[in-house]
């Protein structure tokens, strides 16, 4: 479902909650106004009837004769009152409630003017009364119970809707609460998915992300960031070859002068082999065709070595022995070193603990060192390479020390930085962004120590073999 | 015989080899060293006419032997070879009075023409 329409959805659920709310509360009010109004009206009709049997007792027990006047004046009033609040009344006590204290009221009426006209006639007092209370006490009573019921029933209404509107709001909650689980977890969750690779793309690895792919915006996000790291991760891999180019040219004087060798060699056995051919033994012949042969060897190792340096290689992690990955590391540059006038210097620690890495990268990663060493020192400097076991216990440290120039301070924490160069346009500034993210993935880190004129170090930390792979 | 002496000192072995053979097949006495220290201690007890050393060494290079040898003895002809033939090190080897310069590969019948004019200049 398109985020879109989530939102929408969720927000017309959100109003159809409120709605209903207010509906449920305008439909509460409206009867309980009604009741309270009906309520003001029977306490009106009830004072009233009140001030009827006043004025009965009046002339039962001081024969007040005004009284039954009075008495018929206020029950006029009263049909009157009545009447002119019927729909209102009914509305709230219904129509058989309504007729029965209409009923109540015309008894009383009845009585009464039955009273007045016995009394002129002078007739027994007793036996008035005994007509006139009951249907005056019957009239009370009906409306009191009715208010009562009423009062009752206004505070029932008040009641219901305190727990509706509670109801309610516990009901808009919960509205909020699933429609954030079902709309928005899902959507924060594929948002974190994304944050998560942002980050690792930042660190260096290009890793898609993985899983269902919502079809929804973002979704549509997701799938351009994956082809963003696809493109990404063949640009670095083509920066990386281009890099690995780059510093082969470096390697090449040093080539020159290591295949210069067994080529003199090979050269001086022919010559000699021709120039003395007649005299030699056959165990001598022998012994200068396979010096020959022996040198061939030799000169097919260096291209192999250079060959196997400058190929793309997939991934090939092996227990290794640091002094050993050091040691074919320097004969890469070798002469490159002794071409440059500068000297090595070798401190391996005996016996140190293997680690797992792809020799290769860890290889390419000290070339990369050891050319940037040869480049910072001028002829006569000297290049140190040390092999520790980390004071940690842990890791296997590797040195990489020269006496040359040093970096600027303000140039330090730049240094691991991709395309940054303090070669100008001799360096692509990728040598050590490339070393730092191989480290990074054997779990190692890569630091440097630095001062001017004296000279920079460069640590490497590689964790020691444990037994578990990666 | 013709008994002149020659000290090699090369860290390739193959190099002192084959001068031995091929200088010996004409009366030469070849030595050869494949460090230079041992080569310096033995001009101490020994009298060579030519030295043919290479440039870049392990303990102490070339121009060292060159600079020791012309110091200490100015007579014995010096020849360098390297394998990596700058510029720079030519002229190096040359204002250090070096008395030939080869690059490797290099021409055994170039270097015997070497030692014996060398040797002609030196009688």
Known sequence: ????????????????????????????????????????????????????????????????????????????????????????????????????????????????????????????TLKIEEQVRPAGRALRLFSERIVKAERREVNNIISASKKTLLSFFGLIILVAILSNYFFFSRMFRNLRRIERTANSISEGKFVKIRGKIPDNELGSAM??????????????????????????????????????????????????????????????????????????????????????????????????????????SLKLVKNTIEVSGLKTSLELTDDLPPVYVDEDKIREVLVNLLTNAIHATPPGGNIILRTNLAPDGKNITIEVEDTGKGIPPEFLEHIFDPFFSTKGTEGTGLGLSISYGIIKKHKGTIEVKSKVGVGTTFTIKLPIYTGEEG | MNGYKIMVIDDENVVGKMIKSSFGQDGYIVEAFLDAKPALERLKEEKFDVIITDLKMKDIDGMEVLNRVKKEAPDIKVIMITAFASLDAAVEAFRKRVDDFFAKPVKIAELKACVKRLLEEKN
């Open chain 1, 1 to 124: 479902m398109k985020l879109v329409y989530k939102i929408t959805l969720a927000n017309a659920l959100g109003i159809i909650a409120i709605v209903l709310v207010a509906a449920f509360s305008y439909h509460d009010f409206n009867l309980l106004l009604a009741k309270l109004r009906f309520v003001e009206v029977a306490d009106a009709l009830n004072a009233s009837f009140l001030e009827m049997r006043l004025s009965e007792k009046n002339y039962f027990l001081y024969n007040d004769k005004a009284a039954f006047n009075q008495i018929q004046k206020m029950i006029q009033e009263n049909y009157l009152t009545i009447e002119s609040m019927a729909p209102s009344i009914i509305k709230v006590i219904g129509k058989d409630n309504f007729e029965k204290l209409q009923l109540c009221l015309k008894r009383y009426d009845n009585a009464i003017s039955k009273a007045v006209k016995e009394a002129e006639h002078n007739k027994d």
């Open chain 1, 223 to 328: 799938k351009a960031i994956n082809s963003m790291c696809e493109e990404l991760a063949t640009r670095h891999e083509q920066l990386i070859q281009s890099k690995k180019l780059a510093s082969l040219g470096t390697l090449t004087a040093g080539v020159a002068h290591e295949l210069g060798n067994p080529l003199n060699n090979i050269s001086m056995v022919a010559q000699t082999y021709l120039e003395l051919a007649t005299h030699l033994s056959e165990e001598e012949k022998t012994e200068y065709v396979q010096t020959i042969l022996d040198e061939t060897e030799r000169i097919r190792k260096i291209v192999q070595d250079l060959l196997d340096f400058s190929r793309a290689k997939e991934k090939d992690f092996k227990i290794c022995d640091v002094n050993d990955v050091v040691l074919r």
